[in-house]
């Protein structure tokens, strides 16, 4: 879902998460390359644990 809401493919409907792609956009000028691409479910378990902790522990000012 992420990476097509990256990509532009699906719209941002979360406002929390429209504060974060929000913030891909703004910043992505500052690198030379960029790219994205989805992980299968049953490989992303470390990935997916980080991202909910730091999701539950550092919120967007």
Do not use: C, G, T
């Not at 479910?41 to 470390?46: G, I, L, S, T």
């Amino acid at each position: 879902l992420v990476v097509n809401q990256v990509k532009r493919i699906y719209q941002v409907k979360n406002e929390r998460l429209r504060h974060y792609h929000n913030a891909v956009w703004d910043n992505i000028d500052d690198f030379d390359a960029f790219s994205i691409k989805s992980i299968p479910r049953a490989q992303n378990d470390m990935a997916n644990s980080l991202a909910i902790s730091a999701s539950l522990m550092l919120p967007y000012p």
